[in-house]
């Protein structure tokens, strides 16, 4: 119990103990000036360290590096995000930096999901569906995964006035549906309201593939053909 103080005119002075430093002090740290530990220099800590609670970086551009030789970076820019560098200038091919988003997930089934980004502002001042997701991105198996496949689809969503839901997906096998949840074809649009091609040069050539159901208005004008129209009623 007390005040143990270290000082001298010396520029080195130092604690060396076999055992644990504890200190049963329970202030707050919120600044680099208070808390129950404190130093003026840097501090060295040779194997893993557990923060039970907020862990803050007060510096604008405070950097946190990765590695023996800090070769991946995470830095700080004031007032409008985080930069994430793969510093490592020589060997790499090219590779940049790469963000994985893994899952701790052991059987993987049809719909789940891989990992999911989403864009929120949840401060807004107005509330209710302006506080609800807007948009977000997200990998979803296709099926059961297993030694030979990892069928896996990108879901693109977007919000009105809802929590984002899908709009869009291209699936495992390089189809795009916009509307659709299980696109059959490279673009599959799936709208209620009546689509126009439009624009189109002489000599042009458009090769419809409808499916039975949608709405697509084609005009044709001056030197233009339609060829092998398929599901189109007249």
Avoid at 183 to 207: E, F, M, W
């Amino acid at each position: 119990n007390g005040t143990l103080d270290v000082s001298g005119a010396t520029t080195a002075a130092a604690i060396t103990a076999s055992g644990i430093i504890k200190t049963d002090d329970t202030t707050a740290a919120t600044s680099t000036t208070d808390g129950s530990l404190q130093t003026d220099g840097g501090l060295s800590v040779a194997a893993d360290a557990v923060i039970g609670d907020d862990l803050k970086l007060l510096s604008d551009a405070a950097v946190l590096s990765f590695g023996a030789d800090s070769d991946v970076t995470v830095t700080h820019v004031a007032d409008t995000g985080l930069t994430i560098k793969n510093a490592h200038t020589s060997g790499n091919s090219g590779v940049g930096a790469v963000l994985t988003l893994q899952t701790g997930d052991t059987d993987m089934a049809d719909g789940n999901v891989l990992g999911h980004i989403k864009f929120q502002a949840p401060d807004e001042g107005q509330g209710t569906d302006a506080i609800l997701v807007g948009a977000g991105i997200l990998a979803e198996a296709e099926g059961d995964f297993s030694s030979s496949s990892n069928a896996t689809a990108m879901v693109f969503q977007t919000a009105s006035s809802e929590t984002a839901a899908e709009k869009m997906r291209l699936d495992s096998n390089g189809d795009l549906g916009i509307g659709v949840a299980n696109p059959t074809r490279q673009l599959h649009i799936a709208k209620s309201a009546a689509a126009d091609i439009v624009a189109l040069t002489d000599g042009a050539t458009i090769t419809p593939d409808f499916a039975a159901g949608q709405n697509f208005s084609v005009t044709l004008a001056g030197n233009r053909t339609l060829a092998n129209p398929t599901n189109i009623v007249a």
